[in-house]
Structure formats: C-alpha cells, structure tokens
C-alpha cells in the first residue's frame, strides 16, 4: 500500500509547492492554494496503452542536414476560418486546446466543426451533456455527418476504450475539467486531475496520430484549474471570444506549434450554428447616418489579415474627483501614454477631463498602427469636430508626438481603399520606395501629431 502522496496546487495557474502558501509566489494571487492528492501509480501504468506495441525506439544523434521531413499533410476542415487560425488545416496528432468564457459558443464551435469533417470518423466525448441534448443541438446546425459518434463520458480510461473499439480520426473533448484519471485522487476539474487527463490525451493523440480537441473553461475568478495549466501542455491554443450579447465570436491564436500566433477567425452566431465571416471590416464599421464626434477609423492588422476598425471616446470634463481613464478594448497604459503625448506635444488640457474610449464591436485590440486613429478619436471629442467619415487612419505614434512607420502598410491601405475610404493618413517614412500611383484612395503622409490636426481638424 502506497503512502498517500499530497501536494499544493494554485488553483489559478497551476503553480506547485510542497507546503500551503498564502499567496502564489508565480501569479501573485492570494488565497489559491489547494491541497490535492497525488496518490498516483508509476506513470505508464494505465495511461494510453495501444495495443501490440512494445518495442521503443531509441533515438541517436543525427546530423541537422540528414534530418529528412515531409511537410505535415494537414487536414482541411471546409471552415475558413478555422483553418486560418490553425495555420492551414488540422495537423495530425495535435493537441488543441480550444479556451473561452463559459457560454460565449464553443461547444457549438466543436460540435459545427465535428459535423463539418465529412468522410471522417469523429468522437465527440462530453463530460457536460448527454447525448440526447448534444443530438438536440446538432439537430438546429445547417450540417449534419453520419460518422459523427457522440459519448457521454468523464472517466479518461472508459474514453480510451470506447477510443480503441472504435478508431475515430478525430477526438474532441467537452470540456478538459469534467474528466477524471482514475490514477489521481482529486476532484475532477483540480489542477493535478487536469495535468494528468491532458498527459495521458497527449500521449493518446501522439502515439496514434489522431488530432485532439480539448475544450477549457475560464473563469473570472480562477476557481476552476483554467487553461493557464494546460497551455504548456498542448501544441495549439485557441481563444473563442466575443461579447455574449453581439453575435460576432473571434477566434484567435494565442500558441501554436504548427504555424504562426495572431491570426483571427471571425464567425457570426446564428440559429443554425456559426457561420464564417469572409469580410470582417464591414460588420465592424458601424453603419450610421451623421458624423459623430469622437469616431475615428483605425486600418490595423491582426495576424496576417488587415481589418477596419471604428475608435470610439469621449472626452469631457470631470464632475466629481479624480479624473476617470476607462478604456474598452484597449490597453489602458497605452491610452494614458497618447493622452500624454497629446497634453505635452499637442497642448491639450486633459488634466481635468475624463477620457473613455471605447473599441467598436467588442474587439480587443493590441497595434500599435491604431494609435493615429485613437489620437484622432480624442482629439474629435475634445475638440466637438467630427472627423470625416471618408478617411482612416494608420501609425504609430512616438512619445515625441512623431508619427511613425507601421508594418504591411499596403495591405492597410488597400483595405481602406476596398472599403470605399476616399483618404488614409499614414505617416511619411511607411510609404518611402512605395509606388502610390497604384492606390486610388488619397494616401495623406504625416511625420508629426501636428501635422495631422492640421490636416484633419
Ligand atoms: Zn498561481
């Protein structure tokens, strides 16, 4: 009989330590630590085991240039989206890890892309629901796949029998914190009992080649072992989000081993599930009749895909108290450093002003190349002027009030032109070597604030 091995955990990012802390010396939260058996039998015992396989392989040193690969065959999914975030199909043998706030659709996601996977077998395993309401769901998609099997089930050894009997080519799980091993004691959904469910996945889907989906919950307050802990373990790491009260969901990229981070899908929820969106920048621009004040439009670029997006603040004096700087959508530090710059180089009186700005669409945003627009936006509001409607904006803007070069300026200035813009500001040094002429859209070229006020306003 073993001794009854225990250890702490943090329950917020999976930080371990032999004794009970008050706060967790990696994340910095108070009061996270757990104790959680560990009680586990030597590893290898009772993990994936496929059948008739013995013999291992011992690797030897070889020399770099020897060392053949064939491009990875990808699977293509038929979603677009998906496919771009993953960087171009679904790798065999991978381990994604699909994250999000509980309700925001990802089940949905999961569920619409194990239907979409025509002429493959799928395994849908849920720990959440029964068969008869994952079926009620499938039942409202616009696609349907008749070697698509669902299971209800959370214990990973019954999984892996099932997984054995019938061989799918592709596993999605639902959700990573409702599974238990039966090789550690806690609960399910603590860290020790996620770390070994996700082990013992990873080795599964290895060893055989068959590309795993596992979905993750986030919670605000960090009380179930989140993402945070398997996000070393897995090869991709997937956020689905979006404001459950919009209907447009993002997906994007924050880890991935087969391609490049960054990249962003965008789908619509609908009745019948979610439906890709080919041109973003359309339903991120708000349709309105009149110039508003504090609007500006910002041509920023997430991943390799360039995208419109409307600014919005407010600027206005300060009633009560300190000052208030509420940013939506964008980073807060960023937006005192601009309002900063805008006080020292521009001359404004902010000091007593409360600013809030507010990224349209319930996107989260992080390019530098917004910072023109944001600029334009307060400048907007403080000044009562509207900026036209017929012009955006891309640059960087420096802490001496320069304007400064972004990156792929003419896929943001094409964008803007595709949109019907008529003028994009950008600054003077982005465009140097560039061939203008091939633009109809005005290209205005600025190296400082200044310069643009005097253009715009
Ligand atoms: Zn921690």
Redesign the pocket.
């Known amino acids: 009989m073993a001794k009854i091995k225990t250890s702490f955990f ?1 329950q ?2 999976g ?1 371990q330590s032999p004794k009970w802390l008050g706060k ?1 010396p ?2 910095g ?1 108070w009061n ?1 630590y757990v104790e959680e058996i560990i009680q586990k039998e030597e590893s290898g015992k009772g993990t994936w085991k496929p059948s008739g396989s013995g013999t291992k392989k011992t690797n030897t040193p070889k020399k770099i240039k020897e060392v053949n690969y064939e491009e990875q065959a990808r699977w293509v999914t038929g979603d677009p989206e998906l496919d771009r975030v993953l960087g171009g199909g679904i790798v065999p043998g991978s381990l994604v890890l699909i994250g999000g706030e509980p309700g925001i659709g990802k089940s949905t996601l999961m569920l619409q892309i194990a239907l979409t996977l025509s002429g493959k077998t799928i395994l849908y395993v849920s720990g959440e629901e029964s068969e008869a309401q994952i079926k009620m769901r499938a039942d409202r998609m616009a696609v349907s796949n008749p070697d698509c099997y669902v299971l209800s089930e959370t214990n990973t050894q019954q999984i892996f029998q099932q997984v054995e009997l019938l061989k799918p080519d592709f596993l999605v799980i639902d959700s990573i914190q409702t599974l238990n091993s039966q090789y550690v004691e806690s609960a399910a959904g603590s860290v020790s009992q996620v770390r070994e469910c996700t082990a013992e996945l990873m080795k599964f889907a290895k060893e055989t080649g068959t590309p795993v989906f596992l979905i993750g919950h986030v919670t605000k307050e960090g009380s179930i072992a989140g993402p945070k802990v398997l996000e070393h373990m897995v090869d991709t790491v997937l956020q689905f989000e979006g404001d459950r009260h919009l209907t447009y969901r993002i997906l994007r990229t924050s880890k991935n081993r087969f391609g490049s981070t960054h990249e962003l899908g965008i789908y619509e929820m609908r009745v019948d599930g979610l439906r890709s969106v080919a041109n973003p920048s359309e339903i991120l621009l708000t349709q309105r009749e009149e110039v508003l004040n504090g609007v500006a439009i910002g041509a920023m670029l997430e991943g390799n895909r360039p995208l419109l997006i409307e600014i919005q603040s407010l600027v206005s004096p300060a009633t009560y108290g300190t000052p208030q700087r509420t940013s939506t959508g964008h980073d807060a530090k960023r937006l005192n450093m601009l309002l900063a710059v805008l006080e020292k180089r521009g001359g404004m009186r902010l000091g007593n002003q409360d600013v809030f700005l507010n990224v349209a669409g319930g996107m989260r945003v992080d390019d530098p190349g917004l910072d023109l627009a944001v600029c334009a936006s307060l400048i907007s509001s403080y000044e009562d002027t509207p900026v036209s409607e017929q012009i955006c904006f891309a640059g960087e803007v420096g802490l001496g009030g320069e304007v400064r070069a972004v990156s792929r300026i003419e896929n943001r200035i094409s964008e803007a032109e595709k949109l019907g813009f008529k003028k994009i500001v950008v600054s003077k040094y982005a465009v140097k070597g560039l061939d203008l002429s091939k633009f109809k859209i005005k290209v205005i070229q600025v190296s400082k604030l200044e310069e643009m006020y005097q253009l715009i306003f």
């Open positions: 943090c917020n990012c930080a967790c990696s994340c939260q996270t």
